[in-house]
Each structure stands twice: as structure tokens, then as C-alpha cells.
């Protein structure tokens, strides 16, 4: 199984982070954290890496639904969004919200994951106009 959801696009780092926030708040989703992992592991181990920001994007309503399932979930919450530099691209990679009915098993968070994933998906698709061929 796959666990994630992945667009590449032919935009810089800056905009594409931008545009991915756009997205995400166009289907619900906030940002609850940034991790600027480029800037943190450089500050903490002098070591250089491409840009590579971690988003911490929640659904209010679909976590408050997977939560009322399984209070354990949290476990996998938010859903992470990796925004990162590849060559003259960059990549988007959301974490496939049907990761939580297959780690847990329980058939009670499809819909759930259903419905985070048929929003990811549009927020993705959203970006199209930069989309790089792979």
C-alpha cells in the first residue's frame, strides 16, 4: 500500500507552498503547524538540505468525526502535507487519509477517510496549472 498522495510541480518552493495553503484552505483544511525541516536541521546539525517544509493540515470537522471513533487517531493527526524542492520542481505529497482505516482497521473511519481524501485529492488537483509530467 501507498501512503501517500503526490503532484509535482513546475513552480518554485515559495509559491508552491503558498498555493498548497491556498488549496488545502479551499477544502477545509487549516494549517495547524509549519515545520521548516531545511532550517531546523541546520540549526540544529549544520546540515544543508533542500527546501523541505512539513504542513499540519486539519479538517475541524473530519478530525472531531475520527476522533469520536477512535480517540487513538490523534495518533495520526494532523494530516501531513510535505512540501519540498526536486531539481528545478517541486513536490507536494500529502499523507493518504486511508492510512487511518489501514493501520487501525476499523471500517467506522472510511467514510471519514473517504471524505478527507476526496478533499485532499481536489486541493492536488487544484495546482494542476504548475503540474510537472513524471
Known amino acids: ?14 509559491t508552491a507552498v503558498t498555493r498548497v495553503r491556498e488549496a488545502l484552505g479551499e477544502q477545509g483544511f487549516g494549517v495547524l503547524t509549519e515545520i521548516d525541516v531545511t532550517a531546523t536541521l ?15 493540515a ?9 476522533l469520536a ?6 495518533l495520526l493527526l494532523p494530516c501531513n502535507v510535505v512540501v519540498r524542492a526536486d531539481g528545478d520542481h517541486t513536490v507536494v505529497q500529502a499523507l493518504d ?21 476526496r478533499r485532499l485529492d481536489a486541493a492536488l488537483a487544484s495546482l494542476r496549472g504548475t503540474v510537472a509530467e513524471r
Open 42 to 56: 541546520k540549526a540544529k546539525l549544520d546540515e544543508d538540505m533542500e527546501d523541505y517544509v512539513i504542513l499540519g
Open 97 to 117: 487519509p486511508q492510512t487511518m482505516v489501514a493501520l487501525t482497521g476499523l471500517d467506522a473511519l472510511r467514510p471519514v477517510a473517504d471524505e478527507a481524501t
Open 1 to 14: 500500500m501507498t501512503y501517500d498522495r503526490t503532484v509535482y510541480l513546475e513552480t518554485d518552493f515559495a
Open 69 to 74: 471513533t477512535d480517540r487513538t487517531i490523534g
Open 58 to 66: 486539519c479538517n475541524p470537522p473530519l478530525a472531531h468525526q475520527a
